[in-house]
Each structure stands twice: as C-alpha cells, then as structure tokens.
C-alpha cells in the first residue's frame, strides 16, 4: 500500500488566494493529504477556516502559538512534508526565502524543510519582472527551489501582465511531477 504524500501548502497574501482553495480541493481530490500554513496578512484575506474546512486539517499561522502538545511546529510540520508548495507566493515571501530570513512559521517551515519547495508566484507584473524579484528567482532556482511560471492576464490592478497565478491544473500537475 503506497503511502499518503502530505503536501504542506503556504498560503500568503497575494489576491490571488480565492485560488489556493481549488489548490486544496483539487489537492485532495487526487489523494494528497494538505496542511495549510498561512502567514498572518493571508488571513486578513481568507479566514483559516475556510481552509481547515477544505483540507480537513488545523491550519497553521503563528509562529509563536500555543502547540495543541508540545512540539516545536516549525520543525514537526517542516518534517510532515513530503513536498511544500508555496500559492500563491508573494515578492516578500520569495525575497523572504532568497535571503534566509525566518520571521514568520511559513518562513521557518521552508528553512527547515528537506522537502522539495515549489513556489507559484502571483503578483503585478511590475513587482514579477523588478530586477529584485527576479535576481530572488534566480537565486532560489541556483539552489534548486522549483518555479511554476505565472501566466499572462488581467491582473487585480486591472493590468495586463505576466502575473497571474498559473492555472490550478497546472499546479497540481507540477506537485505530482515533483513527487
């Protein structure tokens, strides 16, 4: 009998969020088992229930929360992945992971993660090609972090851009390509 493969999903505060709940159902649908990470912004966006509801598992935001039982949840969590997928991803999140910096438990899960990481941008189309931005992609990919490409479309600004988080369908196929 194979094995479950948990997908651990980081959820930031990009619009295109409303998407990580198909991300999940679809997730699910093909018999992943997915725990959800929100940062703190996310959750001004899309309530932790609406994901633990899809998932049927407790979402994870605060780094500093109490543990149901003691366990250091950073490192438990990084451990439970088979795979971290990081959508929609937001500039600060990439920059965050390019420069090593673990401020928040998303943050601290990847760090800690031995776990492939892919991460599925979703930004204005200004942010995405900045040379910052890009120079983070280019880094993480150096160190062997996956990237599934945005797609072109109307953007939240009303923009016309690269930007948009890649079809769900697409994301899907990735994790199952990545395992």
């Not at 633990?52 to 929360?65: A, C, E």
């Not at 250091?72 to 965050?96: F, Q, Y």
């Not at 900045?130 to 797609?151: A, C, D, H, M, V």
Request: charged share 25%; glycine share 6%; aromatic share 6%.
């Amino acid at each position: 009998m194979l094995k479950t493969k948990n997908i651990i999903l980081g959820v930031t505060a990009s619009i295109a969020i409303y998407k990580a709940c198909e991300i999940v159902r679809g997730l699910k649908r093909e018999g992943f088992e997915v725990t959800v990470i929100q940062t703190a912004e996310s959750e001004e966006l899309i309530r932790p229930v609406v994901f633990q509801s899809l998932s049927g598992n407790k979402v994870y935001s605060g780094l500093f929360d109490a543990p149901e039982a003691w366990d250091i949840e950073h490192v438990s969590l990084a451990k439970r992945g088979d795979l971290v997928l990081v959508a929609p991803a937001t500039a600060n999140i990439i920059a965050k992971i390019a420069s090593g910096i673990c401020d928040d438990l998303l943050s601290c899960v990847i760090c800690a993660t031995k776990a492939p990481v892919l991460i599925a941008p979703a930004m204005n189309v200004n942010m995405y090609n900045n040379k910052i931005t890009q120079g983070n992609i280019k880094r993480l990919e150096s160190l062997k972090y996956k990237f599934i490409e945005p797609k072109i479309g109307k953007l939240a600004c009303g923009d016309i851009g690269l930007g948009c988080l890649a079809d769900v369908e697409k994301i899907i196929s990735e994790v199952k390509k990545a395992l």
